[in-house]
């Protein structure tokens, strides 16, 4: 019969390991509890929420209630009158009653279809958008480190480049636990 090899665990090692496992339980307890906090947040909030929409509905209907009957008396006093308005003055200030009108209701796309099939380029206003080819660039760039200072180089010529707007960013290392 073949003798079972033992295994030799450092103590120490296991001793950290373990202590790094509780941090990782702690660390998931926390964002388990940050998680409910913003669940009761969302909720008060929600709450919150409805009961002001039900009383600003109220105000609202009220408010509509007196304009109606702020309209009905307009027709019994006297009133100034423009071509798109009647005015009545008063010492709370004014109520002026809008008259009806038409007005053009618009859907650009549809409307810049229509020119484009029917030639009328002259309704339409073409523009050319610049933009810079970010993924291209940085796929011919790479960091050149240094003492003190990282420089960028163009890896397809050599050149060291210094171009206003482009720069190396020190990135501090990150715990992720998953």
């Not at 020119?115 to 011919?140: C, H, M, P, Q, Y």
């Amino acid at each position: 019969m073949a003798k079972k090899k033992e295994i030799e665990l450092d103590p120490v090692v296991v001793q950290n390991k373990a202590r790094m496992d509780e941090i990782i339980e702690e660390i998931k307890s926390i964002n388990a509890h940050r998680e409910e906090l913003k669940a009761v947040c969302e909720e008060r909030v929600r709450a919150i929420t409805e009961s002001y929409q039900d009383k600003d509905v109220l105000q609202y209907t009220r408010i509509r209630h007196l304009e109606e009957e702020l309209k009905v008396l307009m027709d019994v006093v006297p009133k100034q009158e423009t071509k798109t308005q009647y005015k009545v003055s008063l010492l709370c200030g004014d109520v002026v009653l809008k008259k009806a009108t038409k007005k053009l209701d618009y859907d650009k796309k549809k409307l810049l279809e229509w020119a484009t099939s029917n030639g009328r380029t002259d309704l339409i206003n073409s523009k050319t958008v610049d933009e810079f080819k970010w993924s291209e660039f940085k796929s011919s760039l790479a960091i050149q480190e240094g003492i003190g200072i990282d420089g960028i180089v163009d890896i397809t010529t050599g050149e060291m480049l210094e171009i206003d707007g482009l720069s190396v960013v020190n990135v501090p290392e990150e715990v992720v636990i998953k």
